[in-house]
């Protein structure tokens, strides 16, 4: 008989193997502040993974050194002076809970088994941190685009009174709202959940960046006077380009009198509320039909986790329980309980994010994520007084939250973009660029909790520096 099995003949073996690379990943986690921010991926690296389907195994020791070989090349977002796009930072902490969810192999599809406990424990904390009712549900997700997909299917579910889940959605022409300045995932939703991008009405901002109410009436009105059926109203809370917050009280009022679903994209600026100082910010919020947000953002949960949250658990619930034969509850066992997961959610298998989540909180506390939020937005703050006052600099946008978006003044037309490419490809620093009212700019976005003021200075004083270089 061949022996099958996938387990280690040396088990020794494979222990050295795994606490050695249980040490170089905490290196690298301990040395996060220090080297380049981005390494770019060489090429004798890229060259030797082009390999044929191996058929047969080069063993644990080897394989395990091909993988540390790649440690050094991240994106860079574990560095404090990574400030591009809205990236997370990481936890070692993260880490260790990814292990212990790796070996417990478990499937949160369903059934009753400890890791269900624990998602319906993140649950819990999420449903009563946005003050949302005992009735509300929620679902760990990939991240805010995944949980984005299932908030606004179940508001168009409700629209058609669910009639659509088996005649399809037929003549109703649904049409939703949201901003200009929304993130692209909210028009993705509408292309994947069948609706067409062009049914997404993009309402324009005003000086803020913050959805233009009267105009968002408008366009409502206008919706219906031509015969079209509005179902959902999209606000931001944390704007990708600028940090805005959309006034959500105000949104919220005109839902709920024009009886539209009122989704929040939350995706980096709901974490706010675990900040004393800075919730208020986010009034309305928890007056949402749903909301979606990300853990692997400013909760510095390692990729990749997200959120989504449902005022009416039955509505979600009835949006995706789909029941099959072999998928049938039983009164105890395994299949006992119920709903499970697979019922709020696209997915079947799925699996054991929330540990990661539930970690990251029980080590740390809410108080001191909500703290290391807050020194973000401060640092962002007195950038922002800088640059407003820097001969060479011009500030493009208000600084709402933890985002400064300015520009070097040259007569180089790609001054900005040469600037932000250098500073990637020397490794000092990573910003991104943007557009703001037409015109490129530096877009330096303070998402981690290893950024200290120093790192900003320092960037500050390599764009003055580089920007005189590249000009002249
Ligand atoms: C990052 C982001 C998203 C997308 O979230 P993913 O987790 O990457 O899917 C959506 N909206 C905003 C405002 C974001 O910053």
Redesign the pocket.
């Known amino acids: 008989m061949p022996n099958t099995s996938l387990d280690p003949e040396n088990w020794e073996g494979l222990r050295a193997s795994a606490h050695d690379m249980l040490d170089a990943a905490l290196d690298k986690m301990q040395a996060a502040t220090e080297g380049p921010v981005w390494n770019p991926f060489p090429d004798n690296l890229k060259q030797s993974l082009k390999v044929d389907l191996p058929r047969e195994g080069i063993g644990v020791a080897r394989t395990q050194q091909a993988v540390q070989s790649l440690l050094p090349y991240g994106l860079g977002n574990t560095h404090p002076r990574f400030f591009g796009w809205?990236h997370g930072a990481g936890t070692p902490g993260g880490v260790v809970a990814d292990i212990a969810a790796a070996a417990m192999n478990a499937n949160l599809g369903g059934r009753d088994h400890g890791a269900i406990y624990v998602e319906n424990q993140v649950i819990d904390w999420v449903r009563a941190l946005f003050e949302f009712p005992a009735g509300a549900s929620g679902l760990v997700v990939s991240?805010?685009?995944?949980a984005t997909v299932v908030a606004l299917k179940v508001a168009r579910d409700v629209k058609l009174a669910f009639a659509n889940q088996q005649a399809g959605q037929g003549v109703v022409e649904l049409v939703g709202y949201t901003s200009v300045q929304t993130?692209n995932?909210v028009a993705r939703a509408f292309d994947l959940l069948g609706l067409g991008t062009d049914a997404l009405r993009l309402i324009g901002v005003g000086e803020n960046f913050e959805m233009d109410i009267p105009a968002l009436k408008a366009a409502i009105a206008a919706d219906k006077s031509a015969g079209k059926t509005p179902f959902c109203i999209v606000g931001?809370a944390?704007?990708?380009n600028v940090g805005a917050i959309d006034d959500l009280d105000a949104i919220a009022d005109i839902a709920g009198v024009e009886d539209i679903w009122f989704h929040i994209?939350g995706?980096?600026g709901a974490s706010l509320m675990l900040s004393e100082e800075m919730r208020p910010r986010l009034n309305g919020i928890t007056r949402a039909d749903s909301l979606a947000f990300?853990f692997?953002?400013w909760w510095h949960v390692n990729y990749?986790v997200?959120f989504v949250l449902i005022r009416n658990g039955a509505d979600h619930l009835r949006s995706f329980m789909m029941q099959a034969e072999y998928l049938a509850g039983q009164k105890r066992g395994l299949a006992a309980g119920g709903p499970w997961p697979t019922d709020y959610g696209p997915e079947l298998s799925r699996g054991f994010r929330a540990l990661k989540v539930w970690s990251v909180l029980m080590e740390h506390g809410a108080d001191k994520l909500g703290a290391s939020i807050n020194h973000n937005c401060e640092l962002a703050q007195k950038l922002g007084r800088k640059i407003a006052v820097e001969p060479q600099l011009e500030l493009c946008a208000p600084v709402a939250l933890n985002i400064v978006c300015f520009s070097y003044k040259s007569a180089r037309v790609d001054i900005n973009d040469e600037i932000v490419m250098e500073l990637q490809t020397r490794g000092i620093a990573a910003p991104s660029s943007t557009i703001i009212n037409g015109q490129t700019v530096i877009r330096m976005c303070i998402a981690n909790h290893r950024t200290t003021q120093a790192d900003i200075d320092v960037t500050l004083a390599e764009i003055l520096r580089l920007g005189y270089e590249l000009s002249n």
Do not use: L, R
Not at 143 to 146: A, R
């Open positions: 809205v991240g805010t685009s995944m993130h995932c931001t944390g704007s990708v994209d995706a980096f990300d692997h953002k990749a997200g």
